[in-house]
Every structure is written in C-alpha cells, then in structure tokens.
C-alpha cells in the first residue's frame, strides 16, 4: 500500500507538505504546482487515505450516525437516506443506518453502541412531520432532526412547508377557475402512531396543509365552506364520506391530503361521467410515483422533499462538525430548492408538479 513517505520521496517534499495536501489543508500553505503535483502522484500510485489513523490525528471518525424511529419501513425511507448518503459521500463521510422501531429502550441503545463507534455527529429522522422530544443521550454530540421540530427547541431541524402546501395546491385551483374547492383530509383510523402508539387526532401535517387551503380562500375572497372539508381514512366509509361530498356540495376542485386519498376522487368522478381535468381539477400531495403516474389522468401533486431533507440535514450537520459553510455544496438538481444553511430550524418550500388533473387555464 502506497504511503505519504513514498509520494514525498517521489515528489522531492517533505512528508508534512504531503499530509497537507492530501488533508485538504494545503491552501496557503504550499505552493499550487506543489500541491498539484502531490495529488497527481498519489493519485498515479493508488494512494488511499487510512480513515484510523486520519481519526487519530483529528479525533474525528467521518462517521455520522442516522437514527429514525419507522422511517425505514415507510415508502420515502429510501429518498430520505439517499440524500443524506450522497451528501455524506460528497464530504468523505460515511453513514450508519439504525432503525429503532419506535421503542425508546431499543432506541437509547443503539444511540450509545454508535457513540462507542466514535460518531461525529447525529442525523434524527422522523417517520412523519411532528413536533418530537429529542432522546437526551444524544448530548453533547451535534444532532440535525429530519422531518420534524424539536419540542424544546434545542436542535437543529428540517420540515417541509406543511401550510404552504395547501396554500399552493389551493392557489392552483383558483388560478384555472376552480370556485367551489374541497379539502380531503386524513382520518378516520388513519391516525398519527408509533410502535402501534396513536400520538394524535390527526396529523400535524394535515392540520397546516388544511390551514394553507383555507389561508388562500380567505385571500381569493372564497368561503371557506365547513361542508366542503371531510376527513377519511382508506375503507369503505371513506369512499362514502367523498361521495357525499361530491353530492351535497358539488365541488368543482379538490386539494387531497396526500396522492393515495386523489384515488377516491377519481372514483367518484367516473361514476358520474365526470373527467377529471376537464370538468373537475385535483391536486394531491407526495409525488408518489404508483399513484399520481398510475392514475388516469397522472395527477398534479406538491412533491415532498424526502431527498432534499436528507441532503441539507448532512450538510448542516457537517458544518456544524467541521465549524466551517458548505453553501457551495448544495445540489442544483433538486426537485425543491434546499434552504440555506444558516437556518436553525428549516422549512423547506415544496414543488408543485403539474400533471394533467388540473383543468387547463383555456379549458381544455
């Protein structure tokens, strides 16, 4: 294995300049055809950096600990590791992944095996937007929450804009026409749990998504018509709950809590030769690819940012490691732009995706 004595025999410096350039370290320090030079030999020898002894030296280990209560079992885990993964493999540093399932012994335990690992720092992901009471065992080490708040207000946290979500996805509506728009919220059974434990009547989410919906019809001068506003699970009362609604109130817009509960919409509308699109508009909320591609027409919905989270909640978390910005780290690809970095507690404003459920301004 190539070592640092060797790329300073090859180079003609000493091995202090190599581990300066090879640590990053080298601005200011030694000249840039130096360095240059440096890099391309160890690069040509098949260097590799030894993360032990690098940690021996810095007291850092490029290790991050990413703990979630349920997340992993859900459909969006995958976004929201893949962006906290690709921002850590941009930095040189790595991740582990411990899932707790809720149970808050199993959870005190696996936060203490990663500290026995030397992890720098923590990432705290929720498995839905809601305000949590940070384990205390997390102390001293820095700690960025995905998806949630912190109850006492001592971490650094990242959420989507739950209110501006109904506000957009409303605005939407208005903009083509719309004048008669119902919200379809959860509930029902469908109701906010971990480990089997209800936590609420409804979920934090849904309460800000219907705020925005009304937000946005107060602006437009639209009452906001209680007989308009229902709260269902996934059964067959559900269905029944829409199909009232439809009936009593004849809305010719719906903003949908999330993409699966869009599906009700469609349902009805065919079975009273409605085309959704043409004489109804719909807009959900996940970007759920099996539901808002599937459906016919494909769905307009307000995308989460599951990756994006992932991705400003290393950042943040790096920075906040390494006492140095990354602002010229943040992806420009992103489907929602990321907040900046300074920011202690972060909402993120979300996309909205237009499909074709939404009836075109010229009405066809």
Not at 137 to 149: A, E, K, Q, R
Not at 157 to 185: F, H, K, N, Q
Not at 347 to 353: D, E, G, S
Request: charged share 25%; with cysteine.
């Amino acid at each position: 294995m190539t070592t640092m004595k060797e790329i300073a025999e090859r180079t003609g410096v000493s091995v202090s300049t190599v581990s300066l350039v090879l640590n990053g370290r080298d601005a200011g320090r030694v000249k840039p055809g130096i360095a240059a030079n440096v890099r391309k030999t160890a690069k040509d020898l098949g260097y590799i950096p030894n993360p032990l002894a690098r940690s021996l030296r810095t007291s850092k280990t490029k290790i991050l600990g990413f703990i979630s209560d349920e997340i992993a079992t859900t459909p969006y885990a995958g976004r929201l590791i893949l962006g906290a993964q690709d921002a850590a493999r941009s930095l040189g540093y790595m991740l582990f992944t411990v899932n707790t399932n809720g149970d808050q012994d199993l959870e005190h335990h696996e936060i203490e095996t990663l500290k026995r690992y030397d992890v720098d720092g923590f990432l705290y992901a929720c498995m839905f937007d809601r305000p949590v009471d940070l384990p205390g065992n997390l102390d001293p080490l820095p700690t960025v929450l995905l998806d949630g708040t912190d109850r006492m207000g001592r971490a650094v946290s990242i959420a989507p804009d739950e209110r501006r979500i109904g506000y957009d996805a409303t605005r939407r509506l208005i903009s083509v026409g719309c004048r008669s728009i119902a919200y379809i919220g959860a509930g029902g059974e469908d109701r906010p749990r971990i480990n089997g434990r209800i936590l609420a009547d409804r979920y934090p989410a849904d309460v800000l998504r219907e705020r925005g919906y009304q937000d946005v019809l107060r602006e437009a001068g639209m009452k906001a018509d209680p007989d308009l506003v229902v709260h269902v699970d996934y059964n067959h009362s559900a269905l029944e709950s829409v199909e009232t609604l439809f009936d009593g109130g004849h809305p010719d817009g719906f903003v949908c809590f999330n993409d699966a509960r869009a599906w009700y919409v469609y349902l009805c509308a065919a079975q009273r030769n409605l085309r959704i699109g043409r004489d109804i508009s719909v807009v959900g909320v996940d970007n759920h690819r099996l539901v808002a591609e599937t459906l016919s027409p494909q769905l307009t919905t307000v995308d989460l940012p599951h990756y994006e989270m992932g991705y400003w909640g290393t950042l943040k978390l790096v920075s906040m490691i390494e006492h140095r910005g990354l602002d010229d780290m943040r992806p420009t690809d992103t489907v929602s732009p990321l907040p900046d970095l300074d920011a202690a507690n972060a909402m993120i404003h979300c996309t909205l995706i237009d499909k074709s459920s939404v009836v075109s301004p010229d009405g066809r």
